[in-house]
C-alpha cells in the first residue's frame, strides 16, 4: 500500500474513468485511487470495479447512492482514506483538467517543502487556464479574488480543487465541522486550514478543460460560494481556533 492516495468523486465520468485511473498508476511515484461515485447512471463505477480487477491492491471504490454534492464525495473519500494509514491525501477530478503528472510535484512540496497543504494553483503565476471560455475564466479568477478580500486568506487559487493534504491538516480541521456541500466545500477547506495556522503552498499548474464528458458546474454554485464566504468569515471572528501545534 501506498502512503498516498488520489480521491477522485464521479458522475457519469465513463468516458474518462479508466483513463484518469491509468495516469495516475503511470507516475514513477506510486499513488493508490479511491473512486467515490454516485451510483452513476452511465455505469462509471462498473468500469471501476473491471479496473479492479487489474489493480486490486491499489485501486478502490465507494459507491454511494445518489448525487448529493462534491464536498460530501470528498468528505467520504477523506474519512475512508483517514481509517487506512495514508499520510498523503489527494483531490483530483476525474476529467484531465488536472493533469496526473502534475501530482509528484504537489506531494514533492509536502515531503520536502515543508507544506501541509499543497495547492495545484492556475493563478499564482498569471493565469494558466487552457480552453475555457473567457467570460468563465474571468469568474473563477475574480471569484477568487473575492475570497482573498473576504477572508484575507493569502492563497491566489482559492476554489482549486487539485490539493494534496498531510493527514493531519484533515483530521485537526474535524471533517463533521464541514458546512458546505458544493464548490465552496474548495474554500472553505482552504481558509480552515488557513485559520489553524497550517503552512499552505501554492504550486503552479495548467488548467486544461474538460474534453470528454459534461460539466456539473452550475449557477447554485456560484451563489452558495458568494453569500457563503461571508457567512463563513463572520462565524470565524466568533468561533476561537486553537492552531496546531
Known amino acids: 500500500m501506498s502512503d498516498a492516495i488520489v480521491v477522485i468523486p464521479t458522475y457519469n465520468e465513463i468516458e474518462n474513468i479508466e483513463a484518469i485511473i491509468e495516469a495516475v498508476f503511470a507516475q514513477k511515484r506510486a499513488?493508490?485511487?479511491?473512486?467515490?461515485?454516485?451510483?452513476?447512471?452511465?455505469?462509471?463505477?462498473?468500469?471501476?470495479?473491471?479496473?479492479?480487477?487489474?489493480?486490486?491492491?491499489?485501486?478502490?471504490?465507494?459507491?454511494?447512492n445518489a448525487k448529493t454534492g462534491l464536498g460530501t464525495a470528498y468528505i467520504h473519500g477523506f474519512r475512508w482514506a483517514l481509517a487506512r494509514d495514508y499520510e498523503y491525501i489527494f483531490e483530483m477530478d476525474a476529467d484531465?483538467?488536472?493533469?496526473?503528472a502534475d501530482l509528484e510535484r504537489l506531494l514533492a512540496a509536502c515531503e520536502n517543502e515543508g507544506a501541509d497543504v499543497a495547492i495545484g494553483s492556475r493563478y499564482v503565476k498569471g493565469v494558466n487556464v487552457v480552453n475555457w471560455p473567457m467570460n468563465r475564466v474571468l469568474m473563477s479568477y475574480f471569484a477568487s479574488k473575492y475570497v482573498r478580500f473576504i477572508t484575507r486568506i493569502p492563497i491566489h487559487d482559492t476554489t482549486a480543487g487539485f490539493v494534496c493534504y498531510r493527514r493531519k491538516v484533515l483530521e485537526t480541521i474535524g471533517l463533521d465541522n464541514i458546512r458546505f456541500v458544493g464548490y465552496a466545500f474548495q474554500i472553505e477547506l482552504k481558509f480552515k486550514a488557513w485559520k489553524l495556522g497550517f503552512n499552505i503552498k501554492e504550486v503552479s499548474v495548467i488548467f486544461t478543460d474538460r474534453t470528454k464528458g459534461v460539466s456539473k458546474m452550475d449557477s447554485s454554485i456560484f451563489s452558495e460560494a458568494f453569500f457563503g464566504i461571508i457567512k463563513m468569515k463572520i462565524r470565524s471572528m466568533f468561533t476561537k481556533t486553537k492552531r496546531h501545534a
Open 31 to 64: 499513488f493508490d485511487v479511491l473512486v467515490v461515485d454516485d451510483n452513476s447512471p452511465d455505469g462509471t463505477h462498473k468500469k471501476v470495479q473491471e479496473l479492479q480487477q487489474k489493480y486490486s491492491s491499489r485501486l478502490f471504490l465507494e459507491v454511494r
Open 96 to 100: 484531465f483538467s488536472h493533469n496526473p
